[in-house]
């Protein structure tokens, strides 16, 4: 049994950089592009969004874009984003608004992926209590100040829970301290889970290679959480879908299409 009736793939992004941030050490001096996506879940108890792409404005204010995203400090700069697709205006072309969303569940809190919580107001915000501890110690780059710090409509959250019937949060840590996949069974065909960035690409999933970024170098933790869904996928006959793998995503419906 579950609740979800119908989940869209969101394109929010692109961005271009070395496929070794994707891959721990492999592909070094190959770019690539990547996708950045969020998931919009509707159940028969609420709205949930995976995951929010970036701040446009940080992208598109010349000022904001030099300071977060100065390639003397940020190499590969900012990602390709246009107003159509902020996820309000993503939400209006589907007769939504960003009151319509109930919950923004957060695999973690790097700019493309929390970002976007500037653009949507009043819904509920789960994030983990070790992802929202690391991002405030300002070692990674990739966490944005204002971005990370919680607000009243925050639910800090500790280990692995349900949302709803039929989607549920995978404790997948390594690429950050605090990661987390979810699982959505879908109302028909197999269940997916959305790894998040535990699998940027295809190749993460089927070589068991790493992230190339991973808090505090534990690589090791990243790997064992690549098994860890891959096992869960492969017990309950589940798609594992990957994060930021462009050809992968062109084989998913195409907004504002959807998976039912």
């Known amino acids: 049994m579950t609740s979800v009736t119908k989940m869209w793939p969101i394109l929010t992004a692109t961005h271009q950089y070395d496929k070794s941030l994707s891959t721990r050490n492999r592909g070094v001096g190959q770019i690539i592009e990547a ?3 969020a998931y919009l879940i509707e159940t028969k108890n609420g709205r949930i969004l995976y995951d929010v792409g970036c701040d446009y404005n940080k992208i598109n204010d010349p000022t904001l874009r030099n300071r977060y995203y100065n390639p003397e400090v940020f190499e590969f700069g900012a990602p390709d984003m246009n107003p159509e697709q902020r996820l309000p205006n993503q939400l209006k072309r589907m007769g939504l608004t960003e009151a319509d969303i109930d919950v923004i569940f957060l695999s973690h809190l790097h700019f493309d992926h929390a970002g ?19 991002a405030n110690t300002e070692k990674d780059l990739a966490y944005f100040d204002n971005e990370v710090v919680a607000q009243k409509s925050w639910v800090v959250k500790e280990g692995e829970y349900d949302l709803t019937l039929g989607v ?10 605090g990661h987390m996949s979810l699982w959505v069974e879908m109302p028909k065909g197999p269940p997916i889970i959305l790894a998040g960035d535990a699998a940027d690409l295809i190749e993460n999933i089927k070589d068991e290679i790493a992230p190339g970024n991973c808090w505090q170098n534990q ?9 860890k869904i891959k096992k869960l996928a492969h017990n309950e006959k589940a798609d594992l879908w990957p994060n930021h793998d462009i050809v992968f995503w062109k084989t998913l419906k195409q907004f504002p299409d959807f998976h039912s």
């Open 35 to 37: 996708p950045i996506l």
């Open 219 to 227: 690589t090791e933790l990243a790997i064992e959480s690549i098994r």
């Open 168 to 177: 549920s949060a995978i404790s997948s840590p390594g690429h950050t301290a």
């Open 116 to 134: 976007g919580l500037c653009d949507l107001c009043g819904a509920e915000v789960h994030i983990q209590a070790d992802e929202l501890a690391a």
